[in-house]
C-alpha cells in the first residue's frame, strides 16, 4: 500500500492558478494509476483527474477538462494538478489516491483510506 501525502493548496481568486502535488511513499509508485479527486462542504468526494501509470493515458471529469492537467515523474514518486481559469465552484478539498486496477481509479467510493487532502478556496 502506497502512503500520500498532499500540498500546494490555499486561496486563490477566481481565474487564478494553482499546482497540487501529492508524494507518495514506497518503491511500486511506477505501478499504480493515480487519481485526483475532491469533496466540496455537503457534496459528495467526486473524481476529477487521473493518469495511467507512465503518464501516457489520462482522464478528466467534464466540469475540469481544458482547465486541468494531471501529471507525474515517477522518479519523484509524485503527481500534480495544474490548476489554471480557477472557478469559485473549484473551491473543495482535494485527495490523491492510488489503484493497481485502472477503472478503480475513476472511482472514490472504492477506496478505502484518504490522506488530509489540501484545501483550495477560490474567491470570486
Known amino acids: 500500500q502506497v502512503q500520500l501525502v498532499e500540498s500546494g493548496g490555499g486561496l486563490v481568486q477566481a481565474g487564478g492558478s494553482l499546482r497540487l502535488s501529492c508524494a507518495a511513499s514506497g518503491r511500486t509508485f511506477s505501478t499504480y494509476y493515480m487519481g485526483w479527486f475532491r469533496q466540496a462542504p455537503g457534496k459528495e468526494r467526486e473524481f476529477v483527474a487521473a493518469?495511467?501509470?507512465?503518464?501516457?493515458?489520462?482522464d478528466y471529469a467534464g466540469s475540469v477538462k481544458g482547465r486541468f492537467t494531471i501529471s507525474r515523474d515517477n522518479a519523484k514518486n509524485t503527481v500534480y494538478l495544474q490548476m489554471n481559469s480557477l472557478k469559485p465552484e473549484d473551491t473543495a478539498v482535494y485527495y490523491c489516491n492510488a489503484a493497481q486496477i485502472s477503472a478503480m481509479i475513476f472511482r472514490p467510493d472504492r477506496f478505502d483510506s484518504w490522506g488530509q487532502g489540501t484545501q483550495v478556496t477560490v474567491s470570486s
Open positions: 493518469i495511467s501509470r507512465n503518464g501516457g493515458s489520462t
